[in-house]
Structures are given as C-alpha cells and as structure tokens.
Antibody
C-alpha cells in the first residue's frame, strides 16, 4: 500500500529555518511527481511546491507565497522528498502534507511563533 | 494565477439529500480539475480526477462534471459518512485549490 510519512515539524521562531521530510513507500517513487500542500489551522488547502522526476530534470515549481524561501528536493535512492523552509514567517504556520495527489500523508505541523 | 471559487461555502443537508456544489475557475482550465474530500482531523482524499473520473473505490453516488471554467460535484443520496469539507483543485496553470464547501447536518 502507498504510504507517505512526514517528519521534522516543530516550533520555530520567525526568520529561522526548518527542513521537513517525507518517506514514501508502496509505489515507484522515481516515477512520481511529488507535492507539498499546507493547511493553516482552520483554513483551506494551499499548494506549496512540486518536484518532477529525473526524466523531467527534477523541475521544481513553487507557490508565490513561498518562492525564494522554500526549496523542494528529492532523493530517489531513499524514496524521500524534502522541503527546506528558510526565513519562516508566522503565516507559514500550518500542517504540511506530502502528497502524490492520489494519496496523502498524515501531515506534519510547523508552527512559527516568537 | 488561476483562482478557483467554490460555492456555497457551507451547506446544511439531510441524509438522503442530493447535494450539488460548484467550482468556478478564473480562466479556462479544460478538464484539469480534481475534487477532494477532507473529514475533520484527516488528510484529504481524492474523489474525482480529470473533472469527471471517479477515483478507485469512490462510491458511485459521487459524480463530477464540467469543463472550461465551471465544475460541479454532486452527491446523490447523501450519507452521514459524507459529512466533510470538499475542495476542488485545478492543475492547468500550476495548482490552485478552491476555498472549500463544508457539508453539515441540518
């Protein structure tokens, strides 16, 4: 069965950095585009980032709200996808989901507060 | 950026009702629209892809339709287990979610 397990969330102060991870299993990871989607407390879903596969040169795409601050990456040898988040803002506080759109992880909470 | 506007934002329904919710795109997105269901405390689940294709295991009371800028998700014979927030997602121009439609019991 497809599994996506996020980790690395926590409480950080504004302007700090945090890297969250997602371990994937149950499908051919190297063939799948990977996404991060977030959901602020009590709010709707917001697409954050996407990374394509090796044949597509690992092309990356970002929401305007995180462009220049967040970096998505992947390690096909480990079936892992990452989101490096720099210069965090209070408005980045959210549950972050790793997803292939047909399946979603349980999410990891990131709280940005002083 | 393509904006997806969902309506209504909430609906009070009864078991057995036929429920229709809408999603309007700010520009033509073809049929590049998915619908997701999110129950309280859970991750979203894919219901419909490509505007009208039911995902594996999704009950046939869920139907998606539309193309271009106007999309509809219909639940025929609403069940208590269908109480959730429903989101549309366009993936024609990057990826944008609608604001959601929350279904609540009367």
């Amino acid at each position: 069965a497809v599994q996506l397990v996020e980790s690395g969330g926590g409480l950080v102060q504004p302007k700090e950095s945090l890297k969250i991870s997602c371990a994937a299993s149950g499908f051919t990871f190297s063939n799948a585009a990977m996404y991060w989607v977030r959901q602020a407390p009590g709010k709707g879903l917001e697409w954050v980032a996407r990374i394509r596969t090796k044949p597509n040169n690992y092309a990356t795409y970002y929401a305007d709200s995180v462009k220049g601050r967040f970096t998505i990456s992947r390690d096909d040898s480990k079936s892992m996808v990452y989101l490096q988040m720099d210069n965090l803002k209070t408005e980045d506080t959210a549950m972050y989901y790793c997803t292939i759109l047909t399946r979603w992880g349980q999410g990891v909470m990131v709280t940005v507060s002083s | 950026n393509t904006v997806m506007t969902q309506s209504p934002t909430s609906m009070f329904i009864s078991v057995g009702d036929r429920v229709t919710m809408n999603c309007k795109a700010s520009q033509n997105v073809g049929t590049n629209v998915d619908w997701y269901q999110q129950k309280t405390g859970q991750s979203p689940k894919l219901l419909i892809y490509g505007a009208s294709n039911r995902y594996t295991g999704v009950p046939d009371r869920f139907t998606g339709s539309g193309s271009g800028t106007d999309f509809t998700l219909t639940i025929s014979n609403m069940q208590a287990e269908d109480l959730a927030v429903y989101y549309c997602l366009q993936y024609n121009y990057n990826w944008t979610f609608g604001g959601g439609t929350k279904l609540e019991l009367k």
